[in-house]
Protein backbone atom coordinates (compact mmCIF):
# COMPACT_ATOMS: atom_id res chain seq x y z
CA UNK A 1 0.00 0.00 0.00
CA UNK A 2 3.14 2.39 1.03
CA UNK A 3 4.37 2.04 -2.45
CA UNK A 4 0.95 2.58 -4.17
CA UNK A 5 0.64 5.94 -2.24
CA UNK A 6 4.24 6.83 -2.90
CA UNK A 7 3.29 5.91 -6.86
CA UNK A 8 0.18 7.86 -6.51
CA UNK A 9 2.10 11.03 -4.96
CA UNK A 10 4.80 10.75 -8.02
CA UNK A 11 2.53 10.87 -10.77
CA UNK A 12 0.77 13.55 -8.70
CA UNK A 13 3.73 15.92 -8.93
CA UNK A 14 4.51 15.24 -12.24
CA UNK A 15 0.75 16.23 -13.41
CA UNK A 16 0.65 19.17 -11.58
CA UNK A 17 4.70 20.49 -12.63
CA UNK A 18 4.03 19.69 -16.34
CA UNK A 19 0.58 21.78 -16.06
CA UNK A 20 2.69 24.75 -14.32
CA UNK A 21 5.03 24.41 -16.97
CA UNK A 22 2.16 24.54 -19.53
CA UNK A 23 0.38 27.85 -17.75
CA UNK A 24 0.01 30.71 -20.57
CA UNK A 25 2.86 33.17 -19.95
CA UNK A 26 1.70 36.64 -18.76
CA UNK A 27 -0.33 39.11 -20.28
CA UNK A 28 1.19 41.76 -21.99
CA UNK A 29 1.51 44.94 -20.52
CA UNK A 30 0.79 48.47 -22.00
CA UNK A 31 4.47 49.58 -22.23
CA UNK A 32 5.25 45.94 -23.62
CA UNK A 33 2.78 46.64 -26.34
CA UNK A 34 3.95 50.12 -27.21
CA UNK A 35 7.23 48.88 -27.49
CA UNK A 36 6.13 46.21 -29.96
CA UNK A 37 4.52 48.55 -31.81
CA UNK A 38 7.01 50.87 -33.02
CA UNK A 39 10.41 48.22 -32.32
CA UNK A 40 8.60 44.93 -33.36
CA UNK A 41 10.16 42.86 -36.27
CA UNK A 42 6.73 41.68 -37.35
CA UNK A 43 5.07 42.81 -40.80
CA UNK A 44 2.07 43.56 -38.16
CA UNK A 45 3.10 44.56 -34.91
CA UNK A 46 2.02 48.40 -35.20
CA UNK A 47 -1.15 47.50 -37.02
CA UNK A 48 -2.62 44.80 -34.64
CA UNK A 49 -2.08 47.39 -31.27
CA UNK A 50 -4.21 50.21 -33.67
CA UNK A 51 -8.06 50.68 -33.66
CA UNK A 52 -9.92 49.50 -36.49
CA UNK A 53 -11.20 52.45 -37.36
CA UNK A 54 -7.47 54.02 -37.59
CA UNK A 55 -6.76 50.56 -39.43
CA UNK A 56 -9.16 51.38 -41.95
CA UNK A 57 -8.33 54.74 -42.30
CA UNK A 58 -4.02 54.49 -42.51
CA UNK A 59 -3.67 51.39 -43.43
CA UNK A 60 -4.45 50.30 -47.50
CA UNK A 61 -3.07 47.50 -49.46
CA UNK A 62 -0.29 47.29 -51.54
CA UNK A 63 1.08 50.12 -49.51
CA UNK A 64 5.05 50.43 -49.30
CA UNK A 65 6.93 52.33 -46.43
CA UNK A 66 7.73 55.11 -49.10
CA UNK A 67 3.95 55.49 -49.47
CA UNK A 68 2.56 55.13 -45.98
CA UNK A 69 3.16 56.78 -42.53
CA UNK A 70 1.80 54.16 -40.95
CA UNK A 71 4.09 51.47 -42.57
CA UNK A 72 7.28 53.71 -42.20
CA UNK A 73 6.94 54.29 -38.77
CA UNK A 74 6.28 50.38 -38.09
CA UNK A 75 9.84 50.44 -39.85
CA UNK A 76 11.28 52.56 -37.94
CA UNK A 77 12.96 50.75 -35.09
CA UNK A 78 14.90 48.21 -38.01
CA UNK A 79 15.58 51.49 -39.58
CA UNK A 80 17.88 52.44 -36.46
CA UNK A 81 19.64 48.97 -35.72
CA UNK A 82 20.56 49.21 -39.89
CA UNK A 83 22.05 52.46 -39.42
CA UNK A 84 24.23 51.13 -36.60
CA UNK A 85 22.65 52.14 -33.54
CA UNK A 86 22.75 50.06 -30.61
CA UNK A 87 19.14 49.68 -29.76
CA UNK A 88 17.57 48.53 -26.78
CA UNK A 89 14.26 48.45 -25.28
CA UNK A 90 13.13 47.94 -21.29
CA UNK A 91 9.88 46.81 -19.85
CA UNK A 92 10.68 48.14 -16.37
CA UNK A 93 12.68 50.73 -15.34
CA UNK A 94 13.05 54.29 -15.67
CA UNK A 95 13.66 54.32 -19.47
CA UNK A 96 12.11 52.58 -22.26
CA UNK A 97 13.94 52.65 -25.01
CA UNK A 98 18.30 53.50 -25.11
CA UNK A 99 20.05 54.12 -28.63
CA UNK A 100 23.70 54.61 -29.25
CA UNK A 101 25.81 55.55 -31.78
CA UNK A 102 29.54 55.10 -32.94
CA UNK A 103 30.18 58.58 -32.45
CA UNK A 104 29.10 58.09 -28.81
CA UNK A 105 25.86 59.62 -29.29
CA UNK A 106 23.36 58.72 -26.88
CA UNK A 107 19.28 59.08 -26.70
CA UNK A 108 17.23 58.05 -23.87
CA UNK A 109 13.32 57.83 -24.22
CA UNK A 110 12.47 57.84 -20.63
CA UNK A 111 8.90 56.84 -18.52
CA UNK A 112 7.72 60.10 -17.02
CA UNK A 113 4.62 58.23 -15.85
CA UNK A 114 3.06 55.06 -16.32
CA UNK A 115 -0.62 55.33 -15.10
CA UNK A 116 -2.55 52.47 -15.58
CA UNK A 117 -6.05 52.90 -14.43
CA UNK A 118 -8.27 49.75 -14.96
CA UNK A 119 -8.38 48.77 -18.70
CA UNK A 120 -6.90 52.12 -19.58
CA UNK A 121 -3.03 53.24 -19.45
CA UNK A 122 -1.48 56.51 -20.22
CA UNK A 123 2.01 56.65 -20.85
CA UNK A 124 4.04 59.61 -20.59
CA UNK A 125 7.49 59.59 -22.55
CA UNK A 126 10.49 62.98 -22.60
CA UNK A 127 13.66 62.66 -25.42
CA UNK A 128 16.96 62.93 -24.12
CA UNK A 129 20.17 62.93 -26.01
CA UNK A 130 24.10 62.84 -24.35
CA UNK A 131 27.03 63.21 -26.19
CA UNK A 132 30.00 61.80 -24.23
CA UNK A 133 27.98 61.20 -21.45
CA UNK A 134 27.05 64.74 -21.13
CA UNK A 135 23.37 65.66 -21.80
CA UNK A 136 22.44 68.10 -23.99
CA UNK A 137 20.52 71.01 -23.46
CA UNK A 138 17.44 71.34 -25.65
CA UNK A 139 15.56 74.89 -25.94
CA UNK A 140 12.20 72.29 -25.55
CA UNK A 141 12.51 68.98 -23.95
CA UNK A 142 9.53 66.86 -26.00
CA UNK A 143 6.76 65.08 -24.64
CA UNK A 144 4.82 62.20 -25.69
CA UNK A 145 1.88 60.78 -24.03
CA UNK A 146 0.31 57.57 -25.40
CA UNK A 147 -2.84 56.69 -24.32
CA UNK A 148 -4.26 53.24 -24.45
CA UNK A 149 -7.02 51.15 -24.24
CA UNK A 150 -7.33 47.22 -23.17
CA UNK A 151 -9.43 45.63 -25.88
CA UNK A 152 -9.83 41.96 -25.74
CA UNK A 153 -6.33 41.22 -24.40
CA UNK A 154 -5.05 43.39 -26.72
CA UNK A 155 -3.66 46.92 -25.78
CA UNK A 156 -4.80 49.41 -28.59
CA UNK A 157 -3.14 53.04 -28.87
CA UNK A 158 -6.19 55.26 -28.79
CA UNK A 159 -4.51 58.70 -28.69
CA UNK A 160 -0.79 60.58 -28.87
CA UNK A 161 -0.64 63.70 -27.66
CA UNK A 162 2.39 65.79 -28.39
CA UNK A 163 4.20 68.17 -25.66
CA UNK A 164 7.10 70.59 -24.96
CA UNK A 165 8.46 70.66 -21.42
CA UNK A 166 10.85 73.78 -20.76
CA UNK A 167 11.76 73.96 -16.78
CA UNK A 168 11.97 77.55 -16.18
CA UNK A 169 13.05 76.69 -12.42
CA UNK A 170 15.54 74.38 -13.08
CA UNK A 171 18.95 76.02 -12.76
CA UNK A 172 21.22 73.37 -14.72
CA UNK A 173 18.64 73.91 -17.48
CA UNK A 174 18.79 76.79 -17.82
CA UNK A 175 23.16 77.49 -17.50
CA UNK A 176 22.79 74.66 -20.35
CA UNK A 177 20.48 76.92 -22.42
CA UNK A 178 22.39 80.24 -21.51
CA UNK A 179 25.54 78.16 -22.85
CA UNK A 180 24.00 77.02 -26.35
CA UNK A 181 22.99 80.54 -26.59
CA UNK A 182 26.50 81.42 -26.65
CA UNK A 183 27.65 79.35 -28.21
CA UNK A 184 25.52 80.30 -31.35
CA UNK A 185 26.23 84.41 -30.34
CA UNK A 186 30.38 82.56 -31.16
CA UNK A 187 29.26 81.29 -34.19
CA UNK A 188 27.60 84.25 -35.88
CA UNK A 189 30.63 86.77 -34.30
CA UNK A 190 32.79 84.63 -36.16
CA UNK A 191 31.26 84.70 -39.29
CA UNK A 192 30.71 88.54 -38.98
CA UNK A 193 34.31 89.04 -38.23
CA UNK A 194 35.09 86.85 -41.53
CA UNK A 195 32.48 88.74 -43.48
CA UNK A 196 33.92 92.29 -42.72
CA UNK A 197 37.90 91.02 -43.43
CA UNK A 198 36.73 89.88 -46.87
CA UNK A 199 34.89 93.30 -46.86
CA UNK A 200 37.89 95.79 -45.61
CA UNK A 201 40.03 93.97 -48.54
CA UNK A 202 37.31 94.85 -51.34
CA UNK A 203 37.45 98.28 -49.64
CA UNK A 204 40.98 98.71 -49.64
CA UNK A 205 41.57 97.41 -53.51
CA UNK A 206 38.29 99.74 -54.79
CA UNK A 207 39.89 103.21 -52.30
CA UNK A 208 43.98 102.72 -52.78
CA UNK A 209 44.10 106.24 -52.19
CA UNK A 210 42.52 105.35 -48.66
CA UNK A 211 42.96 102.37 -47.87
CA UNK A 212 41.44 100.53 -45.36
CA UNK A 213 38.05 101.71 -44.11
CA UNK A 214 38.08 103.18 -40.29
CA UNK A 215 34.14 102.85 -39.86
CA UNK A 216 31.69 99.77 -40.21
CA UNK A 217 29.41 101.72 -42.37
CA UNK A 218 31.66 102.23 -44.75
CA UNK A 219 32.01 98.86 -45.51
CA UNK A 220 28.05 98.29 -45.70
CA UNK A 221 27.70 101.54 -48.23
CA UNK A 222 23.70 101.77 -49.63
CA UNK A 223 23.20 100.52 -52.77
CA UNK A 224 23.72 103.50 -55.28
CA UNK A 225 24.31 103.87 -59.23
CA UNK A 226 27.10 106.10 -58.53
CA UNK A 227 30.23 106.11 -56.49
CA UNK A 228 33.36 104.32 -56.47
CA UNK A 229 33.07 100.33 -57.92
CA UNK A 230 33.02 99.08 -54.17
CA UNK A 231 31.32 95.41 -53.82
CA UNK A 232 31.43 94.19 -50.60
CA UNK A 233 30.21 91.22 -48.95
CA UNK A 234 26.94 91.14 -47.53
CA UNK A 235 26.88 92.45 -43.74
CA UNK A 236 24.55 90.86 -41.88
CA UNK A 237 25.03 93.46 -39.19
CA UNK A 238 24.30 96.19 -41.81
CA UNK A 239 27.31 98.30 -40.21
CA UNK A 240 26.03 98.45 -37.25
CA UNK A 241 28.09 98.08 -33.99
CA UNK A 242 25.59 95.85 -31.67
CA UNK A 243 24.52 92.64 -33.50
CA UNK A 244 23.70 89.39 -32.54
CA UNK A 245 24.95 90.08 -28.48
CA UNK A 246 28.04 91.54 -29.76
CA UNK A 247 29.66 94.68 -29.85
CA UNK A 248 31.82 95.01 -33.05
CA UNK A 249 34.58 97.99 -32.85
CA UNK A 250 36.94 99.06 -36.20
CA UNK A 251 39.20 101.37 -35.12
CA UNK A 252 43.85 101.79 -34.80
CA UNK A 253 43.49 103.18 -38.71
CA UNK A 254 46.94 104.80 -39.32
CA UNK A 255 48.40 106.45 -42.07
CA UNK A 256 46.85 108.09 -45.64
CA UNK A 257 46.47 105.35 -47.31
CA UNK A 258 45.37 103.34 -44.25
CA UNK A 259 47.65 100.48 -43.97
CA UNK A 260 45.93 99.36 -40.63
CA UNK A 261 42.71 98.79 -38.95
CA UNK A 262 41.48 96.56 -35.57
CA UNK A 263 38.48 94.48 -35.32
CA UNK A 264 36.93 93.24 -32.51
CA UNK A 265 33.85 91.68 -31.34
CA UNK A 266 33.01 91.66 -27.43
CA UNK A 267 30.14 90.10 -25.80
CA UNK A 268 27.30 92.78 -24.80
CA UNK A 269 26.24 91.03 -21.73
CA UNK A 270 29.03 90.87 -18.83
CA UNK A 271 27.66 87.93 -17.59
CA UNK A 272 28.52 86.18 -20.95
CA UNK A 273 30.48 82.68 -21.22
CA UNK A 274 31.01 83.60 -24.44
CA UNK A 275 34.35 84.56 -26.35
CA UNK A 276 36.17 87.70 -27.27
CA UNK A 277 37.51 87.78 -30.64
CA UNK A 278 39.84 89.93 -32.38
CA UNK A 279 41.74 90.42 -35.58
CA UNK A 280 43.50 93.30 -37.72
CA UNK A 281 44.63 93.64 -41.13
CA UNK A 282 46.74 90.26 -40.89
CA UNK A 283 42.91 88.81 -41.12
CA UNK A 284 44.17 86.62 -38.35
CA UNK A 285 41.40 86.16 -35.83
CA UNK A 286 42.06 85.33 -32.32
CA UNK A 287 40.02 85.03 -28.88
CA UNK A 288 40.36 84.84 -25.41
CA UNK A 289 37.14 83.45 -23.04
CA UNK A 290 36.02 86.55 -20.66
CA UNK A 291 38.23 88.91 -21.92
CA UNK A 292 38.58 92.09 -22.90
CA UNK A 293 39.69 93.34 -26.61
CA UNK A 294 42.97 94.40 -25.30
CA UNK A 295 43.67 91.10 -23.90
CA UNK A 296 42.60 89.16 -27.10
CA UNK A 297 45.20 91.41 -29.14
CA UNK A 298 48.01 90.85 -26.88
CA UNK A 299 47.80 87.46 -25.62
CA UNK A 300 45.10 85.82 -27.44
CA UNK A 301 45.85 82.32 -29.62
CA UNK A 302 44.71 82.45 -33.42
CA UNK A 303 41.12 80.79 -33.66
CA UNK A 304 42.23 77.90 -35.82
CA UNK A 305 45.79 77.14 -34.21
CA UNK A 306 43.84 74.66 -31.94
CA UNK A 307 45.20 75.86 -28.84
CA UNK A 308 45.63 73.31 -25.73
CA UNK A 309 43.46 76.23 -23.83
CA UNK A 310 41.81 78.94 -24.11
CA UNK A 311 43.07 81.59 -22.42
CA UNK A 312 40.78 83.25 -19.62
CA UNK A 313 41.32 86.41 -18.95
CA UNK A 314 38.95 88.42 -15.92
Known sequence: MRQVLCALAITLAGTLLAAQNQQAPPPQSARQALIEMFLGKGENDLAKHLPDITRKALIRKDESPESSIVLRIATAGRSMAAQGRTVETFDTGPNILVTEEPDHERVEVAVEHDSLMGDQDEIELSVHGYKDGVEENLPVIPRLIFTMQQEKDVWQ?????????????????????????????EQSAQMRMNMIINSQKAYSAAHPEIGYACALPSLAPPKSTSGPDFSAPFDPGQGNEEWNGYRFTLNGCGGTPSSKYRLSAVPIDSESQGKTFCTDESGKIKFVTRGKASSCFSSGPELNSSPAYAPVVD
Request: aromatic share 4%; no cysteine; net charge negative.
Open 157 to 185: LTEITVAGHIPLTDSDYLKGLRKQQDEAN
